[in-house]
């Protein structure tokens, strides 16, 4: 796959061709799993990539060997023009992690249930060298606390359970920021949150790319809020991108049979992301789980219509 745009400062991480097998099972139940064929794209500053594709489709996959929790098998993955495979050291491996951070679905699974939020922020700033003393740590962290629009007050001294799901994604987000990360890989972060705060951690994630510079891989099912928040789409299908480029552009003139397919089940993929839209995303998410459920084959016609789809499922 060629790459969209020719190198630049502003291009952060370069993926070329990257490539995940992996092997499960033993004796005769040994077999490889495919998880990603020559994955290619690039994260820029200040912008946003959406991964969009269904489930299994390698998405979180890409995540974790961007984290280098798991390492690609061919292809390379440059940070800053730099191979990660080149950061050996202790000192590089963590300098590189600090740089780039997940946010999950589930927020609960990352903050530890037996420490306050002051700690799960004051610890990162301290580790880090941001601050050198409590009173700055105090400080520092009610700072955090009201950038992701969170009470300092209320907030600081309560622990991740006795706050709702949006609270701890806000507590999250402001880890980002408390460690230094750039680059903020985004695993479904609204997907286990109510409809109607979705919206809001939306719109508090596009405040950081706006005016904190962060960079995000945005991963999702949902092509509503891809559109709402990434400049660029990356639609995955069985562990291949089959079309990367501007979402508005690739959502108005799709190419893919798959993504054609993908935007057939959303009711009007051109409207802005509003109220209405995330009704829509469900919609999406329930023709995703009728199709898992009877495990039909992806059908790769450009004639592919919702009403083909439906008509098949019913
Ligand atoms: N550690 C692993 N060992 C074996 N197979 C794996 C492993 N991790 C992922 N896979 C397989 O790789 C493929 C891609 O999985 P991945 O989790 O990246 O998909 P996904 O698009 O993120 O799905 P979802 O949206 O459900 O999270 C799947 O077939 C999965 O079973």
């Given at each position: 796959?060629?790459?969209?745009?020719?190198?630049s400062s502003?291009i952060?991480?370069t993926?070329?061709n990257m490539?995940?097998?992996?092997?499960?099972?033993k004796?005769?139940?040994?077999?490889?799993v495919?998880a990603?064929?020559?994955?290619s794209?690039e994260?820029?500053?200040?912008?946003?990539?959406?991964?969009?594709?269904e489930?299994?489709?390698?998405?979180?996959?890409?995540?974790?060997?961007?984290?280098?929790?798991?390492?690609?098998?061919?292809?390379?993955?440059?940070y800053?023009?730099?191979?990660?495979?080149?950061?050996?050291?202790?000192?590089?491996?963590a300098?590189?992690?600090?740089n780039?951070?997940?946010?999950?679905?589930?927020?609960?699974?990352?903050?530890?249930?037996?420490h306050?939020?002051?700690?799960?922020?004051a610890?990162?700033?301290?580790?880090?060298?941001?601050?050198?003393?409590?009173?700055?740590?105090?400080?520092?962290?009610?700072?955090?606390?009201?950038?992701?629009?969170?009470?300092?007050?209320?907030?600081?001294?309560?622990?991740?359970?006795?706050?709702?799901?949006?609270q701890?994604?806000?507590?999250?987000?402001?880890?980002?920021?408390?460690?230094?990360?750039e680059?903020?890989l985004?695993?479904?972060?609204?997907?286990?949150?109510?409809?109607s705060?979705?919206?809001?951690?939306?719109?508090?994630?596009?405040?950081m790319?706006?005016?904190?510079?962060?960079?995000?891989?945005?991963?999702t099912h949902?092509?509503?809020?891809a559109?709402?928040?990434?400049?660029?789409?990356?639609?995955?299908?069985?562990?291949q991108i089959?079309e990367?480029?501007?979402?508005?552009?690739?959502?108005?003139?799709?190419?893919?049979?798959?993504?054609?397919?993908?935007?057939?089940a959303?009711?009007?993929?051109?409207?802005?992301?509003t109220?209405?839209?995330?009704e829509?995303s469900?919609l999406l998410?329930?023709a995703?789980?009728i199709r898992?459920?009877?495990?039909?084959?992806?059908?790769?016609?450009?004639?592919?219509?919702?009403?083909?789809?439906?008509?098949?499922?019913?």
């Amino acid at each position: 796959m060629t790459l969209l745009n020719p190198p630049s400062s502003d291009i952060l991480v370069t993926v070329k061709n990257m490539t995940k097998t992996f092997n499960t099972g033993k004796g005769l139940h040994k077999r490889q799993v495919h998880a990603l064929r020559n994955v290619s794209f690039e994260l820029k500053k200040g912008r946003a990539l959406a991964l969009v594709g269904e489930s299994g489709s390698g998405k979180s996959t890409v995540a974790r060997l961007l984290t280098r929790m798991h390492l690609h098998n061919s292809g390379e993955v440059l940070y800053r023009g730099q191979d990660i495979n080149e950061f050996n050291t202790h000192r590089e491996l963590a300098q590189y992690r600090k740089n780039i951070q997940m946010i999950f679905q589930d927020p609960y699974g990352s903050l530890n249930p037996a420490h306050t939020i002051y700690h799960h922020l004051a610890r990162p700033l301290f580790t880090h060298g941001h601050v050198k003393t409590k009173i700055q740590a105090i400080e520092k962290v009610n700072d955090l606390l009201r950038l992701v629009e969170l009470d300092p007050e209320a907030t600081a001294s309560k622990y991740p359970h006795q706050l709702s799901g949006g609270q701890r994604q806000r507590v999250s987000i402001a880890r980002t920021v408390a460690i230094g990360a750039e680059i903020i890989l985004a695993d479904e972060p609204t997907s286990m949150l109510d409809v109607s705060i979705r919206l809001d951690i939306l719109k508090l994630l596009n405040k950081m790319k706006n005016e904190q510079d962060m960079t995000f891989l945005y991963i999702t099912h949902d092509i509503a809020t891809a559109r709402y928040f990434a400049e660029e789409i990356a639609i995955m299908y069985q562990g291949q991108i089959v079309e990367w480029g501007n979402t508005s552009s690739v959502i108005d003139n799709p190419q893919h049979p798959y993504t054609q397919l993908l935007l057939s089940a959303v009711p009007n993929p051109h409207i802005s992301f509003t109220e209405a839209a995330i009704e829509g995303s469900e919609l999406l998410e329930q023709a995703n789980t009728i199709r898992e459920k009877s495990m039909a084959p992806i059908v790769e016609t450009v004639e592919y219509n919702s009403q083909h789809f439906y008509a098949q499922h019913d």
